[in-house]
């Protein structure tokens, strides 16, 4: 009798390519979302090729200190007569990596936390909210030059200090979404179905934070590439002789009015960085936004 | 009938990119007729009725065709006049009435400001807001939106539509998303308006049986396309499309209880329909011409089908037969006794359950049936342990059942399961099909590896007549018919005896619908008892041979469903009964009250 029970055949069914990938060739196909990824990319690979290319040595004394661009110095030399553009080649590299290392830890470990928080409630989720509230009353780079001044300047411990200053805004925000996650009658099925918490978290939860996860890494990244750079900048990051631009900005600013592409260059790019960053996760953002206000019917 | 009032020829409403949303729609409408549009969702209804005010959506155009209102095209006014014409030759009503009041504006003001705009006195508010039975005092003017009901916010919507004695008024699904009752009070005075008024009234819906109440002409609409269009006899006694014919077998009937066949498939969305007709694919009776082109036309009388076939098919699947056979009343799997739960609030405590005892016997279905508010959903989600109730002790299979899940035994929480109405929020948009059936076979250790569990899941899904191809598939990739079967499928995964299903046809179309029903019907063959929670009470005729009656959180008739809804006997029953517009030909618009209510003016 139920004759006409559907069976669809399997050509009928519409196929879709991942979410990632589809979400990527949105975002780049708005035109904010192409300049940020073409601003990010050059900065990138400046970072990161730039000591391939770079003509001198970065520690390599050529000229007298402070000169002019000429042709063989496309950027002059800086307060001690190095190679300018080698500096700036070879000086991006730690800034991107620390910048980067600081938000996946502020992420590994704010995460997990924020989502046990919101699925758990009780206890955990007072603390974590406590902790958080503590945490971001505290002015970030007073704290992270309070925590230097203790352990002493190091690369890592500037990653550490950072992502210790991300991390009660990593939790904040991803509980609160793991709070409207947990609402969900998929998780309830697997409550009801006696998962522990954990495995609640690891494949209900976390699966649903990629998303949120990509529009929040821009900002994070963005701050700590400030923070990173501003800690150099003080002197708390990488010591020298090392090449970096933070550094190369502070060491150099005394001869601002006679050699200043030294300065305005590295700073222009640290610009150019979270600009780009900012504009790709703008996209990023309005595009998620739009996905999930898709009129139906 | 004299008179064309609304004209529409060759009407195409497009999506950025020429994506076709409604094409070659023709109709026309005399004065003082109801037509009746009908459509599942996506058919193209609403773009319809909001092309007729000469509006389109945003990012979508109207493209081609003539929608002409008393003679004059509206697609060809200038902006000005357009506006005139809106609300004084023809008005709309919208599905959500909250959504076409200011809700910082009192009522009053807010009809005085529609008359203002078209030149009207302000002494027009009291015999408009009469008109529409609502209390026309100083105190009810002075009233906000928000404190009025549903179905006074609808009268509000329609009375400020009326203000102007438009020629047309359009109204999209305006009972959708009201109690059955309110839903009958407003059908009445939507027929009286139309008599006493002479507005023709174009009502968009999706509900058959009310268009069936109300309508003198129908249209019905697939994939875009006006694929037939006449009387509503001839529409619904013999209809000369295969779709229409399929979806009136789709249609739960109270009055006469039988397997509901649904449509196989699922509509195609703009974009993706096909070339020629594109109810193609679905159709048993399609041919090899259907794939190539759509006749313009076949008519028989008033009657209009475009169908290359119309009249030659009739659905064959609305065998008539009894009600659901009582499961030998052996063993009570499932019982309930002096239940009684409540929502608690910071400072507030909210009663929702009183005393409510039942029992389900083991492969046998209970129906609790309430409007909302009724406590129904509740009642479901105590038996599957999700809400902890304040009293009342629950049993299974003769053993006392922990109030919440967390406190029963893995045994248990796998003999209970529950199916949810909305599938989008049920299934992990992250996970594929085949993680959402197989979780519940490795963490109940049905499938030791897996090969096994892959084996199982394709089972599972042949079980709820899903195509293995759907296995990698994620939920944003299935209809909604089919990310139902899945959420079924996962709760069959744990090889329950008792299937709570919490109002799960509620958000599907009436052709899918009738598919998820009969898949129930099969489980239940199995052996599985089932404790459906609806609203809606004709649905129920064809599944439970138990039903309960809820109103407020009070058990009102509890009984055997061919007595309870053949001879209700309590009146919170009847008043529900009468209150449901039905399928069967004679209760139309011609005759007189045939929404059985005792219409009660003012609150409703």
Not at chain 2, 435 to 444: H, N, Q, T, Y
Not at chain 2, 518 to 526: G, I, K, S
Request: proline share 6%.
């Amino acid at each position: 009798m139920s004759s006409f029970v559907s069976i669809v055949r399997d050509s009928e069914v519409p196929r879709s390519r991942p979410a990632a990938l589809v979400l990527l060739r949105d975002v780049i196909s708005t035109r904010g979302g192409r300049v940020g990824a073409v601003l990010v990319g050059v900065v990138l690979a400046l970072a990161f090729l730039g000591p391939l290319v770079a003509p001198f040595s970065p520690t390599a004394l050529v000229d007298s200190p402070f000169s002019t661009p000429t042709r063989a110095h496309l950027l002059g030399t800086d307060m001690l007569g190095r190679d300018g553009l080698s500096r700036f080649l070879w000086g991006g590299r730690t800034l991107v990596l620390t910048a980067f290392a600081a938000t996946m830890m502020a992420y590994l470990v704010g995460i997990p936390l924020g989502a046990f928080a919101g699925v758990r409630g009780g206890v955990l989720d007072i603390g974590a909210v406590a902790f958080s509230d503590i945490m971001l009353a505290i002015p970030s780079l007073v704290f992270v030059l309070v925590l230097i001044a203790a352990v002493g300047p190091s690369l890592s411990m500037v990653a550490i200090g950072i992502a210790a200053v991300e991390l009660p805004r990593v939790i904040r925000i991803f509980r609160a979404i793991t709070v409207e996650v947990a609402a969900l009658e998929f998780v309830e099925v697997a409550r009801a179905r006696g998962e522990t918490t954990a495995s609640v978290v690891f494949r209900e939860i976390l699966p649903n934070l990629w998303t949120p996860l990509m529009a929040d890494f821009g900002f994070r990244l963005t701050a700590s590439i400030v923070l990173v750079s501003s800690l150099s900048y003080l002197g708390l990051g990488q010591a020298p002789p090392a090449a970096d631009w933070g550094l190369m900005i502070s060491e150099n600013q005394i001869g601002l009015t006679i050699q200043p592409w030294i300065i305005v260059v590295p700073a222009v790019t640290i610009a150019i960085l979270t600009f780009g960053v900012n504009l790709l996760t703008d996209a990023f953002a309005r595009r998620i936004g739009r996905s999930s206000a898709t009129p139906r019917g | 009938m004299t008179g064309v009032v609304l004209d529409v020829r060759g009407l195409r409403v497009e999506a950025a990119g020429g994506v076709e949303i409604v094409d070659e729609v023709s109709f026309a409408v005399h004065r003082g007729e109801v037509f009746g549009l009908v459509g599942e969702s996506g058919s193209g209804k609403t773009s319809t009725a909001l092309a007729l005010l000469g509006h389109a959506r945003r990012g979508t155009r109207i493209t081609a065709g003539t929608v002409e209102v008393d003679g004059r095209d509206v697609l060809m006014l200038p902006s000005r006049v357009l506006r005139h014409t809106r609300g004084a030759r023809i008005a709309y009503v919208p599905q959500d009435a909250t959504a076409g009041l200011n809700p910082r504006h009192r009522i009053g003001q807010q009809i005085e400001e529609v008359l203002g705009a078209h030149g009207k006195p302000r002494s027009a508010v009291a015999p408009l807001l009469a008109q529409v039975h609502l209390p026309n005092d100083a105190a009810f003017l002075r009233r906000y939106p928000f404190e009025l009901s549903g179905g006074q916010q609808q009268r509000v919507a329609i009375a400020m539509a009326l203000s102007c004695h438009p020629l047309i008024v359009v109204l999209d699904e305006p009972t959708t998303g009201l109690d059955a009752s309110t839903q009958a009070r407003i059908l009445t005075l939507l027929r009286d308006l139309g008599a006493d008024t002479g507005a023709a009234f174009v009502y968009v819906s999706h509900d058959l049986a009310v268009v069936n109440n109300l309508a003198h002409r129908v249209g019905v609409m697939y994939a875009g396309r006006l694929v037939e269009v006449g009387g509503r006899e001839g529409v619904f006694g013999n209809p000369g499309h295969p779709y229409t014919s399929l979806l009136l077998a789709s249609v739960p009937r109270l009055s006469e209880p039988r397997a509901l066949t649904g449509i196989s498939g699922a509509a195609p969305p703009p974009g993706h329909r096909p070339r020629g007709c594109a109810f193609a694919p679905r159709c048993p009776a399609a041919v090899a011409r259907c794939a190539e082109q759509i006749p313009l036309g076949v008519t028989k009388g008033d009657q209009t089908a475009r169908c290359w076939r119309a009249w030659e098919f009739t659905s064959s699947g609305a065998a008539a037969r009894g009600t659901p056979r009582a499961a030998a009343a052996s063993e009570a799997l499932l019982t309930a006794s002096g239940m009684s739960a409540s929502y608690r609030q910071p400072g507030r405590r909210t009663q929702v359950l009183w005393d409510v005892s039942f029992s389900v016997g083991a492969g046998g279905c209970l129906a609790i049936v309430g409007e909302s508010g009724s406590g129904k959903t509740t009642l479901g989600r105590c038996v599957a342990g999700l809400h902890r109730p304040d009293g009342g002790v629950l049993t299974l299979a003769g053993r006392p059942l922990a109030p919440h899940v967390t406190n029963r035994t893995s045994s248990e929480r796998r003999e209970i399961q529950i199916v949810f109405q909305d599938p989008d929020r049920s299934l992990n948009p992250r996970r594929p099909i085949s993680e959402a059936i197989g979780r519940p076979l490795r963490f109940f250790e049905f499938a030791q590896d897996r090969v096994a569990e892959r084996q199982q899941v394709l089972q599972l899904l042949e079980r709820v007549r899903l195509p293995a191809g759907m296995l990698d598939r994620y939920p944003r990739e299935l209809s909604g018919g089919e990310k139902q079967r899945v959420a079924i499928a996962r709760a069959l995964a744990a090889r329950p005896s008792l299937l709570v299903c919490d109002e799960i046809t509620s958000s599907l179309d009436v052709s899918i619908q009738a598919a998820i029903v009969a898949v129930l019907e099969e489980l239940r063959r199995d052996g599985l008892a089932l404790l459906f929670v609806t609203h809606n009470v004709a649905l129920v005729r064809g599944i439970a041979e138990v039903v309960l009656v809820l109103e407020r959180g009070t058990v009102r008739e509890y009984g055997e469903t061919a007595t309870v809804l053949g001879r209700p006997s309590h009146p919170y029953t009847q008043q529900l009964i009468a209150a449901i517009p039905d399928l069967r030909l004679g209760a139309g618009a011609d005759g007189a009250g045939s929404v059985r209510t005792s219409s009660t003016p003012g609150r409703s």
